[in-house]
């Protein structure tokens, strides 16, 4: 799920942020500066003689850090066409932190990617790096009134009344709900024929946030809004999807809509269909009464400080946030699984091997963090836009200033894990990830709330998929990378053969 204001840790029991890291070999944190010793040796009276300070050297301006002098916009295009690749090029030529303009109109965008520096960025203090307009990209969903655009103090209490709608009886709910969806939605997917497994696994997460909302009260309206909510999202797929459409004049709308192939003008429509389904959805609730743990029941009980009840925008802001965030991250993250399920056949094997004997998940656990290192939910960290002048890493941020930290770079890093472009589950076998060198949901105090819904769905889609079919590609040849709004996906979304394992069974060579 999206890292904005979405925290809870995960089922693989990282350490906690600020506490330092003790597991030791791959996937772990890089050790830690050797602290000094506590004794002035250089005081008067010291036996030792005393040695001149070292010079302390004076932070260096962000303004001077190296990137490339291209257009914004061919820069964008760019970074749309070839995610990966972009910020690969980038680090190999500009080293850990470079800057980078893919926003139009331009302006510079510090990427960094040292665990230390990425540490130091999500322990820094609420007022000094705000993420509320790194969501403006996605505002076009959200809203502004929503905890993905919530700062500070109003983030921090709008985050505390969220979370018993992700935790406690909320949680085992939606756990047990994911496994009877996963059993029935799956058994009913296409075998025999090529074809991608994204579309199918992003309707399924679209009816587990439908649980995580709504509950046992399922909307009448549902039906139709899983639809609308699944054309709305179609837009992702294009680099319009990346405007901030919130920002230009009215006429500049008009023009962009009138060009079809953009797609704003179906999006813009879906959307506002959709929010009129949610509407109904909210008063038909207010309305029942109906109790509960779910996210609705949950905002429909939150009041502002005058004891008045959020606004209808103000939930809908929130219920979108969720519909879009708890789906395309986990989405994308399941998609890549068995992107690279199908091309490793031993790890493939071993899973299948533990999954069928039902006694432990230890490796799939293990592939999840795996999958989730090489493709994290979120390949650049939402922007932190700097409020108050922060050193981080010996370079000063000046306000105005957006910190990108990449999660893409940092978990490919050789220094950090052996051989980081291999598909090899078995390095988190007895090893936590990292805190600072495994982001996949981001870090500090806005690590992703909903990370263990995110990871349920991994696990229990994975299993289920590989208990009932054989993974076939239809083309042996990996898929390559593209970007859906701020996630990448594979190229062809996944687009294999599935096979029920049963009827393999005695049929080699077919």
Not at 114 to 124: G, K, S, T
Not at 319 to 348: D, K
């Amino acid at each position: 799920m999206f890292e904005k204001g979405y925290q809870e840790m995960d089922v693989s029991k990282p350490t906690l942020d600020g506490a330092p890291d003790s597991q030791a070999g791959q996937g772990v944190t890089a050790a830690a500066p050797a602290e000094r010793c506590p004794v002035d040796h250089t005081a008067a009276g010291s036996a030792a003689p005393k040695a001149a300070a070292a010079p302390q050297r004076a932070p260096i301006p962000a303004e001077s850090l190296p990137g490339s002098n291209k257009h914004a916009l061919r820069q964008l295009v760019s970074y749309w066409r070839r995610p990966a690749a972009f910020v690969e090029e980038n680090h190999k030529k500009y080293g850990s932190r470079f800057k980078v303009s893919i926003r139009i109109p331009p302006r510079a965008v510090y990427v960094i990617s040292d665990p230390d520096e990425v540490r130091q960025m999500f322990l820094a203090p609420a007022d000094v790096l705000h993420t509320g307009y790194g969501s403006a990209t996605l505002e076009k969903y959200f809203g502004q009134t929503g905890l993905a655009w919530l700062d500070e103090e109003e983030h921090r209490i709008r985050r505390k009344l969220l979370m018993p709608s992700f935790h406690g009886s909320a949680l085992e709910r939606i756990g047990a709900s994911i496994v009877e969806m996963a059993k029935k939605d799956i058994a009913g997917w296409q075998t025999g024929q090529a074809a991608p497994l994204h579309p199918l696994i992003h309707r399924f997460t679209l009816n587990v946030i439908r649980e995580v909302i709504y509950g046992r009260v399922v909307p009448k309206q549902w039906p139709a809004l899983l639809d609308l909510l699944t054309g709305m999202m179609r837009f992702n797929d294009s680099v319009g999807s990346a405007m901030m459409i919130h920002k230009m004049p009215p006429a500049a709308v008009k023009v962009l809509t009138a060009f079809r192939p953009l797609g704003l003008h179906t999006f813009l429509q879906l959307r506002e269909k959709a929010d009129a389904l949610i509407m109904e959805t909210i008063e038909d609730r207010r309305r029942s009464g109906e109790a509960g743990d779910d996210m609705l029941a949950v905002l429909l009980g939150i009041t502002h400080e005058d004891g008045s009840p959020l606004s209808m925008q103000e939930v809908r802001d929130e219920m979108m946030t969720i519909f879009l965030a708890g789906t395309e991250t986990t989405v994308a993250a399941i998609t890549w699984a068995f992107e690279y399920l199908s091309h490793a056949t031993e790890a493939r094997e071993r899973l299948v091997a533990e999954i069928d004997a039902g006694e432990s998940d230890d490796y799939l656990t293990a592939t999840v963090n795996e999958v989730l290192r090489l493709r994290p939910s979120i390949p650049q960290i939402i922007p932190r836009e700097v409020m108050k002048p922060i050193e981080i890493g010996g370079v000063r941020y000046e306000p105005g200033m957006h910190l990108w930290a990449s999660a893409y770079l940092m978990n490919r890093d050789p220094n950090l894990y052996a051989d980081p472009e291999v598909f090899r589950p078995e390095r988190f076998l007895g090893v936590k990830p990292g805190t600072y060198t495994w982001i996949p949901f981001g870090g500090g105090r806005i690590r992703c709330l909903g990370d263990r819904i995110a990871l349920m769905e991994m696990k229990t889609v994975i299993r289920e998929v590989l208990s009932r079919y054989e993974l076939h590609r239809a083309d042996p040849r990996p898929e390559g990378t593209r970007s859906r709004i701020v996630v990448t996906v594979p190229e062809h979304g996944a687009r294999l053969i599935l096979r029920p394992r049963e009827a393999r069974v005695g049929t080699a060579g077919v």
